[in-house]
């Protein structure tokens, strides 16, 4: 460890060039200070961090709590700390990372559970929105990687042959002779991004964000920064592929068409933290506000650009996100067409921005509660674009729609390519053959009463991607129409909530729609405005 971060101190230059912002920075308002005192060998201290200079070097660290609950900042115990705390007290994790700490020369250490008053909703309040910068701005990130609970501990014993890569020597001829270390490719992956605390959505902020980052993982201990990653078995920074996915701050702000590579790598969050565990689900947009004030920032944004979870510049053809196993939130945390209204994993829109739009954004606005990156108590998305009513297909039924009990029946996530959808263009059904449209559920949900009719969904097409022109043949046969499942709120003229997604992908459905599209009666109830080329104004919400 202490190899590794004298490289990372004397040779990346990417990793000590952000002093500017450390300067401005305000340290967090206590801090351990752990390093070896003569007095007092076996106790640490709380300090309030008015009295240090705000230059000083702390680390932070990353952990599941568990069900481990003692030794907390409480009210109560407040003075007590601040005159000393027993280190023999302290659950394994704590005491390991503080030896981590005087091992590498650093003086101060925070950890949340015990610098952070855990009964006073006040220290709470005016803290947890700073924890991303806490992190961002500490010298270093001690992670817990493999421990579920906080006397798990950093260290483990795995058996060093098993990480060591493996030496292979090949031979062309009698002459040449050329040697090859093998690595197991998802080593990483494994033993760091699917470990115990890597599936808490907290703690995800906190490892996108940090400036160095030492995992502690089950078969070994590895080193990461933005100019860097490395293994006690490898170091010879092969597993460099990682660090750009997996740190903010490896992107420059020098960086060709910056916004384009924020977007991207918000993405790539996006899809992690749908994946990771809440303890409470109403903190599903305050446990990644640094993430996304972190964003805001680099992509130097308007305020109000970032839309609970949706970007501005991202719309329209981000609203193409896609859920597996959704559940709706309740009560209500975010809009229908943000993501962040459902817990269960996300696959973000795959369709680039710049095809064929097919809906103007009128306006998009997100009211927050408090911090305009956290909690979201409404929101508004305006829109002009095509519609039609699209009736889809009974046979779902063994799929996609299940009767629970004679009184409802239930919608549930799947992607659906059974029997035929229709439309109606002219009073002329016009058929739209399995295996030509795909339907995509948001979430489980019930079904109006009358659940033995064929359902009925309004169809806001987002993308057309036709490929007519296309030179090569194969492309030329392709086309997709995509676009969201919509139903009526029933509470305001032309007011919808998103239910999900549905693709048309072949030529001959979408030259259907096509038709439908202006071919169709619309009741007046479906939309706010209707402008002389059948182009519908409505609102999600
Ligand atoms: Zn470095």
Redesign the pocket.
């Known amino acids: 460890m202490r190899r590794w971060l004298h490289v ?1 101190r004397t040779e ?1 230059e990417k ?1 000590n060039s952000d002093l500017d912002r450390l300067r401005q920075f305000t340290l967090p308002k206590r801090l351990l200070l752990v390093e070896v005192s003569e007095q007092a060998p076996d106790t640490i201290t709380l300090i309030d961090s008015n009295s240090l200079k705000q230059s000083i070097r702390y680390a932070t660290l990353s952990h599941a709590w568990g069900n481990v609950r003692r030794c907390r900042l409480l009210k109560n115990n407040l003075k007590t700390y601040e005159r000393g705390i027993v280190t023999a007290d302290l659950p394994l994790t704590f005491r390991e990372a503080i030896e981590v700490c005087q091992t590498l020369g650093v003086a101060y250490l925070w950890i949340d559970s015990l610098c952070i008053i855990q009964d006073s909703d006040a220290d709470w309040t005016a803290e947890a929105p700073r924890m991303a910068d806490i992190y961002s701005n500490a010298f270093l990130t001690i992670a817990a990687t493999a421990s579920v609970d906080d006397e798990g501990g950093l260290f483990r014993s795995p058996n060093p042959q098993e990480a060591m890569p493996l030496l292979v020597t090949a031979h062309r001829g009698s002459k040449h002779q050329t040697s090859y270390h093998l690595h197991y490719e998802d080593d990483f992956q494994e033993n760091v991004d699917a470990a115990p605390l890597n599936r808490r959505a907290w703690v995800l902020q906190e490892r996108y964000l940090a400036a ?1 980052t030492v995992h502690f993982a089950e078969n070994q201990i590895y080193w990461q ?4 990653l490395m293994s006690a078995s490898d170091n010879t920074n092969t597993l460099v592929n990682y660090r750009d996915i997996y740190n903010f701050n490896s992107i420059e702000s020098s960086t060709e068409n910056l916004t384009l590579c924020v977007l991207e790598n918000w993405t790539t969050i996006v899809e992690a933290y749908s994946q990771c565990k809440l303890t409470r689900p109403s903190d599903k947009l305050v446990a990644m506000s640094g993430l996304a004030r972190r964003a805001h920032e680099m992509l130097r944004c308007a305020p109000g650009d970032y839309l609970g979870g949706l970007w501005r510049q991202e719309l329209p053809e981000n609203l193409l996100w896609s859920a597996v196993d959704g559940v709706k939130a309740d009560p209500y945390r975010a809009p229908s067409w943000c993501w962040t209204s459902l817990d269960g994993q996300i696959h973000c829109s795959d369709h680039p921005s710049g095809r064929t739009s097919m809906v103007e954004v009128l306006n998009a606005s997100v009211h927050p509660v408090g911090d305009p990156f956290s909690a979201v108590d409404s929101a508004s998305l305006l829109l002009r674009g095509r519609l039609c009513n699209v009736i889809l297909p009974k046979q779902l039924g063994a799929v996609a729609f299940t009767k629970h009990s004679p009184a409802s029946a239930v919608v549930k996530n799947v992607i659906g390519q059974t029997g035929q959808a229709q439309v109606v263009v002219d009073g002329k059904a016009k058929l739209l053959p399995a295996g030509t449209f795909t339907t995509l559920f948001d979430h489980s949900r019930p079904l109006d009463s009358n659940a033995d009719a064929d359902p009925v969904i309004c169809f806001l097409p987002i993308v057309d991607d036709d490929n007519a022109d296309a030179t090569d043949d194969n492309e030329k046969d392709s086309a997709i129409l995509a676009g969201l499942m919509l139903e009526p709120t029933g509470q305001k003229r032309g007011q919808f909530h998103r239910v999900g997604q549905l693709t048309f992908d072949t030529r001959t459905a979408c030259n259907i729609l096509r038709i439908a599209f202006g071919g169709q009666d619309i009741p007046e109830g479906l939309y706010q405005d209707l402008d002389g080329d059948d182009w519908y104004t409505i609102e999600i919400v």
Do not use: E, F
């Not at 920064?225 to 860097?228: M, N, Q, V």
């Open positions: 990372c990346h990793c160095r920064c933005p100019s860097a």
